[in-house]
């Protein structure tokens, strides 16, 4: 049932999973100039940002590389609340603080001031409504309010949504598993949203992850870090390496970071990974898209191993031809 846009809680069976404190950390950017130092780091527009509408980013180094994947999320007006892997925090923190200069803007990692959880939704009707609030917004990117907390719709089939709340008035049931972040994960590869993690940072140009086709880059906003990369990489025409997704035709584990070969000679770097109940592998992973020249040649091709059996899935969004 949708009305104005909103989801009611009553007609989905909804399931509570509450990220691992280790997962997703929280960089907090606030004063009078916030809004205007992001704009000049991030790939996104965040003049854009909204009390109603989160954005999806990026954090890149001067070669366009990207350091982090960033949900944005409004908390007022010059208050923002900055999302990623927890493991990151520390480093983007530090990058970012060196260019502040004279803006009237702090940085502080308040992670342990707020919960992250993440709350999925299947269209069986059940009365098991949590008390959380009445409404979700339906539409991805979108933001709610309610009882002090925020949630943000991050995406729509199957519908699921991050929840943000202060540490001391948690908006989830404690549920800190290893099982509820696996299933997170593998819901957002399947969706096709890539995530950077340490062994990760720096090792993708923007459009590798697809960040151009999901709406975090503003090609027409001004100047900043990375932006002639990515810009050129826009106008220079086809990026031959993307994220694509993947399922091994039997047991294997990957992670990310790991690098390896198809059996079809296409060389890849795994971006992120889960393992399914039958010990198969769902992976997101960077390699040239089909029918362009191959990769694996070489030192690169005899250090990969044995070849990864592995079938090509659909994403649920076009890449460019």
């Known amino acids: 049932?949708?009305?104005?846009?909103?989801?009611?809680?009553?007609?989905?069976?909804?399931?509570?999973?509450?990220?691992?404190?280790?997962?997703?950390?929280?960089?907090?950017?606030?004063?009078?100039?916030?809004?205007?130092?992001?704009?000049?780091?991030?790939?996104?527009?965040?003049?854009?940002?909204?009390?109603?509408?989160?954005?999806?980013?990026?954090?890149?180094?001067?070669?366009?590389?990207?350091?982090?994947?960033?949900?944005?999320?409004?908390?007022?007006r010059d208050d923002i609340l900055v999302l990623m892997p927890r493991e990151l925090i520390g480093a983007v923190l530090g990058r970012l603080a060196k260019f502040i200069l004279r803006a009237k803007v702090k940085l502080t990692d308040e992670s342990a001031s707020w919960s992250v959880s993440g709350l999925i939704a299947s269209e069986a009707p059940s009365g098991d409504a949590p008390a959380f609030a009445g409404v979700l917004p339906a539409t991805a990117g979108a933001t709610a309010r309610a009882a002090g907390s925020l949630a943000v719709c991050v995406a729509q089939q199957p519908a699921r949504w991050l929840l943000i709340a202060p540490a001391s008035a948690r908006a989830a049931p404690p549920a800190d598993t290893p099982a509820a972040v696996q299933l997170w994960r593998r819901l957002a590869i399947g969706a096709g949203d890539p995530q950077v993690y340490a062994a990760t940072t720096e090792e993708f140009v923007a459009q590798m992850l697809n960040l151009d086709v999901l709406g975090a880059i503003a090609l027409d906003k001004g100047c900043y870090t990375g932006q002639e990369v990515i810009a050129?990489?826009?106008?220079?025409?086809?990026?031959?390496?993307?994220?694509?997704?993947?399922?091994?035709?039997?047991?294997?584990?990957?992670?990310?970071?790991?690098?390896?070969?198809?059996?079809?000679?296409?060389a890849l770097k795994v971006v992120d990974a889960v393992i399914l109940t039958d010990g198969r592998c769902e992976f997101l992973a960077v390699t040239t898209l089909p029918g362009a020249a191959t990769e694996a040649s070489g030192p690169q091709a005899a250090a990969a191993g044995a070849p990864i059996i592995a079938q090509q899935l659909a994403l649920p969004y076009a890449l460019p031809t």
Not at 5 to 23: A, D
Not at 239 to 265: C, N, S, Y
């Open 1 to 76: 049932m949708e009305s104005r846009g909103k989801t009611t809680f009553n007609c989905l069976r909804t399931e509570w999973n509450s990220l691992s404190p280790e997962y997703l950390g929280v960089l907090r950017a606030h004063g009078p100039d916030a809004v205007s130092f992001l704009q000049g780091q991030l790939s996104n527009d965040v003049t854009l940002l909204g009390p109603e509408r989160a954005l999806l980013a990026g954090y890149h180094n001067p070669q366009g590389r990207v350091i982090a994947v960033l949900h944005l999320v409004q908390l007022a």
């Open 232 to 266: 050129r990489a826009h106008y220079r025409g086809r990026v031959k390496r993307r994220m694509q997704r993947f399922i091994t035709h039997g047991p294997l584990q990957l992670k990310a970071g790991g690098g390896g070969v198809l059996a079809h000679g296409r």
